[in-house]
């Protein structure tokens, strides 16, 4: 009987692969919640500054200070979310099991819709 110490795969060789991948898929679920995290504080911060322009040269209604206003907190929503996202980590559990901060909602912005995935691509 010939053994062919090639083919040999340990305990120890099937932990790291299997520690490899929980690292890949936590590193890959990070990177997307922080894009999307990017791309709200973006388009939130747009509205803001749109709406701003309208307020420095005296044409924004009382709507549009009460929008801008509501908005400012969502961008602090946002922002805090993204500033936690960067600390995960640091946690123990980090990347075996990772604990999310919540997500902020989302904010309707009719004069910024939400490109759906097939309009994005």
Known sequence: MNIDWSKLI??????AALQASQLSAAKAELAARNTRAL?????IQDRVDTIGF????GEATPE??????ALLLTLKAWKTYKFALGKVTVQ???YQAPV??????????IAA???SESEAA
Do not use: C, F, S, Y
């Open 10 to 15: 340990t305990r120890a060789m099937k932990d």
């Open 39 to 43: 791309n709200q504080i973006a388009r």
């Open 54 to 57: 309208g307020i420095d040269i």
């Open 64 to 69: 549009d200070e009460a929008e801008q206003a």
């Open 92 to 94: 123990p559990t980090w």
């Open 100 to 109: 999310w901060p919540v997500e902020p909602p989302i904010p309707e912005i």
């Open 113 to 115: 819709p939400l490109l």
